[in-house]
């Protein structure tokens, strides 16, 4: 896997060009998102049409469903992360004291491509059914990602 460019704490949030050409967020959880932004400031935006936006969107939003479920993660992020070492997205680096450790990497989109990014998130759903939330009913918890994220499975 390729390094990520760079980290940001800002949210990404997906918007749709409507027909009067205006950006508007695009699912619930954008519009969440986009109302914690300040109002009446300058914002910058990176718009990018993204490699698979519906399923990255699904993914995002089971991350935060499991976090809101759970007590094992303070953040979607520090999950995201665990999800990473878990499916072996990693890359290494070198300790001060010479020491080689696996660090998570990046499921940017100028990072993996949609078909890893695919197995990826299978696997990792796979992790949360059996090792974060054993025995949740895993496509009920899909279910409801895929109605807050308005996920439509490409034909």
């Not at 049409?49 to 399923?55: F, G, L, V």
Request: with cysteine; hydrophobic share 40%.
């Amino acid at each position: 896997m390729s390094k990520a460019n760079s980290k940001s704490n800002n949210p990404w949030i997906y918007v749709i060009k409507n027909e009067d050409g205006l950006l508007q967020p695009y699912a619930n959880y954008d519009r969440e998102m986009f109302e914690q932004m300040p109002f009446d400031k300058v914002l910058r935006v990176n718009v990018a049409q993204q490699r698979s936006q519906p399923r990255h969107r699904l993914y995002r939003v089971l991350l935060r469903q499991v976090v809101k479920n759970t007590d094992m993660f303070v953040s979607e992020d520090s999950l995201h992360k665990t999800l990473l070492l878990g499916c072996g997205v990693t890359e290494p680096i070198m300790t001060t004291a010479g020491e080689i450790i696996l660090i998570p990497s990046s499921t940017a989109f100028d990072a993996m491509k949609e078909e890893v990014f695919k197995a990826y998130f299978d696997e990792a759903v796979n992790i949360i059914s059996t090792h974060i939330i054993p025995g949740v009913d895993i496509n009920e918890l899909l279910d409801e990602a895929r109605a807050e994220a308005n996920f439509k499975e490409a034909a």
